[in-house]
Structures are given as structure tokens and as C-alpha cells.
DNA sequence: GTTAGCACTCGAAAAGGTTGAGTGCTAACA
DNA sequence: TGTTAGCACTCAACCTTTTCGAGTGCTAAC
């Protein structure tokens, strides 16, 4: 059954104020607030259909109604504005975020922060898991004697390195000979293409370095190997700021559960990935666990070189202001995105 | 002025009860629990001496005691007996830490998260900060037309690498002999080595390749420079299960304190560094930051190599078992200087 | 269909009362 | 002289009761 527009007038009006005050909202304020030129008892008729229909919910007999769920999400979906950054907005968190980064792990945290700081929540970054790698170049480097570095680079940008002890007898030339010959050999193969025969044909050629070849063989499969995303939060403490989380038990339930990354890995592996401009919203139960109860999750997804895939968002309380919250998001993802094809494939801007 | 043996006694026993109820102690329950053969009132005496030397507070006139700053600190320095660890403990925290790990961030967010499931307060690594590096090896290497990757490595172990974009015009040839020339112009120097006169040297004997030597002596420099030591919190939820954190603005202010991981490397940098085996406690204010007014912070040193140094720790209420965190704390902390040295030196164990 | 009016509901906050653990002090005791 | 029993006093914590007011649902009039 559709709405009528004067019930999705009444439901936006009811979800903005409540989104504003996190006090149930009352027949009374609606007229008073809202030009809608009804009365209170009118908007009373309304709020008793709408609560029939599943968007609304009456804490008690004698509150006012707060949505539900399912009116959260009808507002997400139909009701909700693009929300506008200013322009003092947008030129303070570019600023922000132009600076040099050198290290993956550093962008990482910093952009948590300014995400957490730019929407008062907490930030959640994914970082970029590699896809369907193959392999673009493996070299070993005597770094000294009995010491030689192992470095991979995979199509996907991301470069890996290890070290290995080695036996003295195994001199500068040694190792050119193995690190071009491995080279030639397992250069542009992915993981599934290191069948059991062509491993056997690699050791047989350089028998009296077994050892060696079998630590670089399985380093390079590692690296090989679909890398396990990894997920970074910060400014968890944010949530504290918000009324829903005045008592402690809740509070201690919400920050244990964030506090465990497979938790928020878990969430996020729920959201839609791939389409690089969509962002996606998913509100308190459909996150699938129980802490997550009177919060939501809002995420873009990022894509470097359509190699690299990871997310970034935020967990607010459902009751929250979603419109700029997107906003924001976007912004930085886009920011992020450059950010990272800079770093990782050394683009000028 | 010294105390008496008696009064030593007494000052461990309420300490003791403190740490274990979070409730203030009156005379009657130590009297009864403990076998001092003394009557509530003597001890009630000696609690007001106590009180009067400043090892002891009174939350209000009608409640028991707490131990004051000063009480807790002669509690560690002289009362504290060791604790031991049983079999079960040491074998479960080993085998806890007994995998493979493969990146240096993996192991700190590991080590983070067994400090803190093992004494069940927030914990804090700090990551290696390199000292005094020489350049150990640098090489570059063609990846893809256009493309060369940059790789450095240390004589603390720590290996970093940057992509470059180049003009097409440089080969594999190119790229190798500028490598071979750098090599051999870098290898062994220091920051402060890197003077203009000798830039110059450099630039004029490959005057035909400048942006190309000027990026990678750029970032040789970058690795040389003293790193930023970057520090790791994990679990801080785990603060909400102590008593004196019911109240939700006191857990706000201090989650948000600890969220800024600047106000955590400002308070690691208080404690001492250095020796080994030494592990560092501070009380309350000790730390000189009003958010960590009723927590101490217990830190113990790492340091592998004789090159890499860093601190783990944890935050817990003042009211802590300080016995056992600190032999927790150093099981630990053998444990990863194990771990660090095989993943940064290849040692074998 | 809309609105004014009214009785009713129920949580939040304020006010008052009770309880009990703990203290300090005094006087008796070894 | 140090130790102890006894007692009056204190005060936070907890419970109960009361008051208050925002909000509802329903009815009757417009």
C-alpha cells in the first residue's frame, strides 16, 4: 500500500525531528514545527496509521513515536535530500587531506581520523585487498653475506618482501642467477598455475639449491594468495557522545563488539562491493548481529586501478543525520582513491 | 619518617582488599580477614595514622579507606610480592603467540590484542622506531615499461619501497646500472653522510638521468630520517568492566584520550627506556594527564637487535593487580622480541 | 475529513525515609 | 602504655511515595 504524501510529509517531518533531539516526537511539536497546516489531533490520526502500517514505533502508551526500522529505511530510500557540503566544508577536509603520505599503514590511520573527525563517528577503513594477482616481478638481493631479501611485486601494485637466511657459500652472483631464473619462470603466473609438475621441473633445474627456491616458491604463493582484507577503526569513542549510549551496559556491549575486527569485517562483507560510486546504507538489525541494534552503517567503496578494492564508513546511530553523513563519505573516497593511485603506482596528480 | 612493620602490614592488607573489591576498607574487615591478632579499633588507629602520612584517602567521613597515590606507590616499590604465572598461563600465552606471522602490522595487532584478552585491559604496542640507520643496500628494479620500483633496506632490518613512474626511454640496462652506480655511491652512509658536495658528485657523474636520481636519493633520505615511532591500542573497551568507569562521562573522557594515539606516545615517552628488563609503572597523575587520574600505565621495553626499540603496555585502573600484569607483561614481551627478530633478521629459532 | 476538548497513561524527577557500614572517641583493661 | 570494647554519630545508597507534564486516544462538534 502506497503512502499517501501527506503521511510522507508527517513521517519525514516525525524522522528529521527525531534525528535532531533523540526524544520522541509528539503530534504537538509536528504542528507546531512543520508548516503543514494541520492540526495536532490530525497529524494524531496520521501517526496512529502510520504506526499501523510498520513506520512507526511508541516507546510507551503516553510518549511520542519514534521511527521504525522500516521507516528509517523508507527514509533513506524515498524521503531524503542530498545534503549540500559548504563550501568552508569541503576546502577544510581537502586541506586536510593533502598531504604526502609515504606508507600504506599511515594513510590508513590517518584517513580513519579525519573521517571519525569530519562526522563525529565511528570510522571504519577496510584496507584494499588485492584480487586475482599474478605475478609482475620477483628478485632476490644479497642484502650481505648470508642474508638475502626476497621482493614481489604483484599486477595489483603491492609490493611484499621477506628475509631469508642463506648459507655463505651463496655469493652475489649466485643469487643473480637464481633471482633471473625464478624470474623467467614464474613471472605473469597466478597462484592456481603453480601445478605440482612445473614446480618439479624448477627444483630439478637447480637441485643443489632446493631450500632456497622452495622459501621464495611458497613467499610468492603467499603474496599470491587472495590477502585477507584488513580493517581499521577509528574514534570508536565517538559513539559515547550519543544519547542512545548514556547507559554503560549498553555502551560496553557496543564498543566490546566493535573492538573485535572480524565483527566489523562481517558487517561490512554484507554490504554491496563493486560499483565504485555507490554507497550503501544498512540499518540497526539488517547488520545481522545484535549490537548493532540501535546503530547503522553507512559505506562507500573505493577502487584503485581497478585492482585494489576496499571500504570506508562510519557506524552512527540509526538516528542519524544519514544525508550528510553520505556526503562526507563521498568526498573522501574520492580524495582517498587519488590519494592511493599516487602511492601505490606513483601517478603525478 | 619510616614505617613500622605493623603498619606496613596493614597497608598491604587494604591494598590488597582494595584491588580485589573496588569497595573503600573499613577496619572490621581487615581485622577479620586477615590474621594481623589485632582488634578493628587498633587498626582503625593505625588506619588514621596512615591517613595522616598520606597513604591513605577517605572518600567521605562515614566509609572505609582507599589507598591514596603515595599508598600504591610504596605498594609497588616495597610491598608488591612477585607473582608467578602457573604452568596452564605461561603455556596457553605461549602457544597464543606460537604462529607464523608474516607483516610487521599483523604482529601488532596481534601482540595488542593477546595483552589485552590476557589482563583484560587496554593494551598499547608501540611499534619499532629505528635508530641511527645506515644505509645497508638500495636497488632499483624495472617492473613494467615506465615503471621502476625503488627498494631500501637498513641496518635495522626495515625494508621500504616506492614506485616510480620513469620516461620509456629508460631500460632494463638503464635502470640496472644507475642501480649498480647508487649502490655503490650510498651503500654504508648515513643521513648527516648526504652532504651537498657530495650530491653534487653524484648528479654530475649521471647528469643525463636527474629526476631519476633525485627521487631516489629523496626517498633513501626518507627511510634514513628517524622514523616516527607509531603506537597500537587494542581493547580499550576493556576499561568499561572496572568499577571506576560506571560512569559514562569519566568512560567518554578517558576513551577519547586514549583514542588520540598522540596523548598515548606523549605518556609512553615518560616512562624509561632502555634497559631491557626493566618494567616501568606509573600511578595516577604520575602520568600528568587529568584523564589519567585514577589509571596507572605498567610498560615494559623491547628491543631487538640492539637497533630496533619499542614499549607494550597496558592502561588499567590504579586499583590493578600490579603483580601479575607486570609478569604477564614480560612473558610477553620475550616472546616478541623473539618473533620480531626472526621475521626482521630471518633468524632461525 | 478536520479539529477542539478531555480523561487517562506513564516515565522522569523530586522529596522523604530507612538502612547499615564505617568512623572517632572515651573509658576500661593487661 | 598499648590494646580493646562500647557507643554515638555520619553519610552514601537504596527504596518508596509524590508530583509533574508531555503525549495519547476517543468523542462530539464543525
Given at each position: 500500500?502506497?503512502?499517501?504524501?501527506?503521511?510522507?510529509?508527517?513521517l519525514?517531518?516525525?524522522?528529521?525531528?527525531?534525528?535532531?533531539?533523540?526524544?520522541?516526537?509528539?503530534?504537538?511539536?509536528?504542528?507546531?514545527n512543520?508548516?503543514?497546516?494541520?492540526s495536532?489531533?490530525?497529524?494524531?490520526?496520521?501517526?496512529?496509521?502510520?504506526?499501523e502500517?510498520?513506520?512507526?514505533?511508541?516507546?510507551?502508551t503516553?510518549?511520542?513515536?519514534?521511527?521504525?526500522?522500516?521507516?528509517?529505511?523508507?527514509?533513506?530510500d524515498?524521503?531524503?535530500?542530498?545534503?549540500?557540503?559548504?563550501?568552508?566544508?569541503?576546502t577544510?577536509?581537502q586541506?586536510?587531506?593533502?598531504?604526502?603520505?609515504?606508507?600504506?599503514?599511515?594513510?590508513?590511520?590517518?584517513?580513519?581520523?579525519?573521517?571519525?573527525?569530519?562526522?563525529n563517528?565511528?570510522?571504519?577503513?577496510?584496507?584494499?585487498?588485492?584480487?586475482?594477482?599474478?605475478?609482475?616481478?620477483?628478485?632476490?638481493?644479497?642484502?650481505?653475506?648470508?642474508?638475502?631479501?626476497?621482493?614481489?611485486?604483484?599486477?595489483?601494485?603491492?609490493?611484499?618482501?621477506?628475509?631469508?637466511?642463506?648459507?655463505?657459500?651463496?655469493?652475489?652472483?649466485?643469487?643473480?642467477?637464481?633471482?633471473?631464473?625464478?624470474?623467467?619462470?614464474?613471472?605473469?603466473?597466478?597462484?592456481?598455475?603453480?601445478?605440482?609438475?612445473?614446480l618439479?621441473?624448477?627444483?630439478?633445474?637447480?637441485?643443489?639449491?632446493?631450500d632456497?627456491?622452495?622459501t621464495?616458491?611458497?613467499?610468492v604463493?603467499?603474496?599470491?594468495?587472495?590477502?585477507?582484507?584488513?580493517?581499521?577503526?577509528?574514534?570508536?569513542?565517538?559513539?559515547?557522545?550519543?544519547?542512545?549510549?548514556?547507559?554503560?551496559?549498553?555502551?560496553?556491549?557496543?564498543?566490546?563488539?566493535?573492538?573485535?575486527?572480524?565483527?566489523?569485517?562481517?558487517?561490512?562483507?554484507?554490504?554491496?562491493?563493486?560499483n565504485?560510486?555507490h554507497?550503501?546504507?544498512?540499518?540497526?538489525?539488517?547488520?545481522?548481529?545484535?549490537?548493532?541494534?540501535?546503530?547503522?552503517?553507512?559505506?562507500?567503496?573505493?577502487?584503485?586501478?581497478?585492482?585494489?578494492?576496499g571500504?570506508?564508513?562510519?557506524?552512527?546511530?540509526?538516528r542519524?543525520?544519514?544525508?550528510?553523513?553520505?556526503?562526507?563519505?563521498?568526498?573522501?573516497?574520492?580524495?582517498?582513491?587519488?590519494?592511493?593511485?599516487?602511492?601505490?603506482?606513483?601517478?603525478?596528480?
Amino acid at each position: 500500500m502506497e503512502l499517501s504524501d501527506r503521511k510522507k510529509a508527517i513521517l519525514q517531518a516525525i524522522i528529521e525531528d527525531y534525528i535532531q533531539s533523540a526524544e520522541p516526537v509528539g503530534s504537538r511539536n509536528i504542528a507546531k514545527n512543520h508548516d503543514l497546516g494541520l492540526s495536532a489531533a490530525t497529524i494524531r490520526n496520521e501517526m496512529a496509521d502510520l504506526e499501523e502500517m510498520g513506520y512507526l514505533d511508541k516507546p510507551h502508551t503516553s510518549a511520542g513515536r519514534i521511527p521504525s526500522e522500516m521507516g528509517y529505511r523508507f527514509y533513506v530510500d524515498s524521503l531524503m535530500h542530498r545534503y549540500s557540503l559548504t563550501m568552508e566544508e569541503i576546502t577544510s577536509l581537502q586541506s586536510s587531506m593533502d598531504r604526502k603520505y609515504s606508507q600504506l599503514e599511515n594513510v590508513i590511520s590517518e584517513i580513519s581520523e579525519i573521517i571519525s573527525k569530519t562526522t563525529n563517528y565511528p570510522a571504519i577503513v577496510e584496507l584494499p585487498a588485492e584480487n586475482s594477482c599474478r605475478l609482475k616481478s620477483v628478485k632476490m638481493m644479497l642484502i650481505e653475506q648470508g642474508s638475502v631479501l626476497i621482493v614481489v611485486v604483484t599486477d595489483a601494485g603491492v609490493v611484499r618482501n621477506r628475509h631469508m637466511k642463506v648459507g655463505s657459500n651463496i655469493d652475489y652472483e649466485v643469487v643473480d642467477s637464481i633471482s633471473e631464473f625464478l624470474s623467467g619462470q614464474l613471472t605473469g603466473l597466478c597462484a592456481e598455475d603453480f601445478t605440482p609438475a612445473r614446480l618439479m621441473l624448477i627444483y630439478e633445474a637447480m637441485a643443489s639449491y632446493g631450500d632456497f627456491l622452495k622459501t621464495v616458491i611458497e613467499f610468492v604463493l603467499e603474496c599470491l594468495g587472495n590477502s585477507k582484507s584488513r580493517v581499521y577503526i577509528g574514534g570508536a569513542s565517538n559513539i559515547l557522545n550519543n544519547p542512545e549510549f548514556e547507559n554503560i551496559d549498553r555502551a560496553r556491549e557496543f564498543l566490546t563488539f566493535i573492538d573485535r575486527k572480524e565483527n566489523v569485517s562481517r558487517m561490512l562483507s554484507l554490504t554491496e562491493s563493486g560499483n565504485d560510486e555507490h554507497i550503501s546504507i544498512k540499518i540497526g538489525s539488517e547488520n545481522q548481529a545484535p549490537e548493532m541494534r540501535d546503530t547503522s552503517l553507512v559505506v562507500a567503496n573505493y577502487n584503485v586501478g581497478g585492482k585494489l578494492y576496499g571500504k570506508i564508513g562510519i557506524i552512527g546511530p540509526k538516528r542519524m543525520n544519514y544525508a550528510r553523513v553520505v556526503s562526507s563519505l563521498e568526498l573522501i573516497n574520492s580524495q582517498l582513491s587519488e590519494i592511493l593511485s599516487r602511492m601505490l603506482y606513483g601517478d603525478k596528480e
